[in-house]
């Protein structure tokens, strides 16, 4: 009988997952579905695209007829899911190399590029954030606001500008470029983690500082304060962790962004890159390569969705009470968390 509390916590676990997981199968194949019709319904087109634009019209007609491009539309669909979910994506035309074997090295770069820039962005903001918002009104909450607005304000290529004009071209400490030629050297990333870092940081702080206000204006904070626990204590195991959903939520949406949506900083400091690779593609019209460009950028958005869920339901038990219940039942307004309780003395 002792393990029946735990083993409902793990069922209602399982059940959110599966509705989550439910409803990420359902949006990629709505979003493939549409990458699909706005790439290969001309299939005239996608043939001049492969073949080059000075193919005759009856290279294009054999090619199309080869590769099953007359047949109807459900089953190309059918057939272009079945080939991406088996990893066959086609040749790139312009890398004239198989896509999956280009995007898989270029995933790798991106993801150290993101990895080195979260280990700058996430203690950084949460730190300002939380600082903040433990003393709000004061001049360190003003500062804070004030340098998030200003650093969120300027868009990557002009802070990119900016900072070769300083480091690469009047002091001359860093490289310019970060094509990763030499191997990965800590010099080529400064720059790049530090314009991911000056747009990301900001908005991750401002929202951080939002909820850590809301949380340290909570009764449950009033009433521990009136029992004379210290600040330190508040703040760390009683606000915190119901301050930190929605920042939970914004840095989880910062993977996509750094994957897909850094195509300036990758582009301008000639990063080798999944966010390169996608530029190149859409300059040149590289059909095959933009489809497994746009579904890896679905993929990695909704999978960080599913993780942000999941932390935010192990933060506060109470999301995970309202999935188990369904859709349609939220969670009562007056239930406290354990740190609540804690703090109120039940």
């Known amino acids: 009988m002792a393990t029946a509390p735990a083993w409902r916590r793990l069922s209602g676990i399982a059940a959110a997952l599966g509705r989550r997981l439910l409803g990420m199968a359902l949006t990629m ?29 009856d290279q294009r007609h054999a090619w199309l007829l080869q590769h099953g491009y007359f047949d109807p539309l459900p089953i190309r669909y059918g057939r272009w899911v079945l080939d991406f979910v088996t990893g066959r994506w086609g040749l790139s035309t312009y890398y004239h190399a198989d896509v999956l074997q280009l995007v898989a090295p270029r995933l790798a770069a991106s993801g150290l590029l993101m990895g080195a820039a979260l280990l700058v962005i996430v203690p950084l903001a949460l730190a300002l954030g939380v600082l903040a918002g433990m003393r709000e009104g004061s001049p360190l909450d003003r500062g804070v606001s004030v340098l998030a607005i200003v650093t969120t304000s300027f868009p990557e290529f002009a802070t990119a500008v900016f900072l070769s004009a300083i ?11 970060s094509t990763l030629a030499g191997g990965a050297t800590l010099k080529e990333f400064v720059l790049p983690v530090a314009v991911l870092a000056l747009s990301s940081t900001g908005y991750i702080a401002r929202m951080t500082r ?83 460009c746009a579904m890896v950028g679905v993929i990695a958005v909704v999978v960080s969705q599913v993780l942000s869920d999941l932390i935010n339901a192990w933060l506060d038990p109470r999301l995970l009470a309202a999935a188990r219940s369904g859709p349609a039942v939220a969670a009562p307004a007056v239930a406290l968390s354990a740190p609540e309780r804690r703090a109120a003395g039940l």
């Open 167 to 177: 480091f690469v071209f009047w002091l001359g400490w860093l490289p310019g470029v």
């Open 210 to 292: 939002a909820s850590m206000a809301e949380a340290m204006a909570q009764p449950y904070v009033r009433t521990a304060r009136l029992k004379g626990a210290s600040l330190r204590r508040i703040v760390f195991g009683h606000a915190l962790r119901n301050a930190l959903g929605a920042p939970v939520t914004v840095i989880m949406l910062q993977i996509p962004w750094l994957l897909s949506g850094v195509i300036v900083v990758e582009v301008f400091f000639a990063y080798p890159g999944f966010g390169t690779l996608l530029y190149q593609a859409a300059v040149n019209s590289d059909v095959y390569l933009i489809e497994a």
């Open 29 to 57: 194949a709505a979003v493939s579905l549409l990458v699909f019709l706005v790439l290969e319904l001309n299939v005239e087109g996608v043939a001049t695209k492969v073949l080059g634009q000075f193919s005759t019209a």
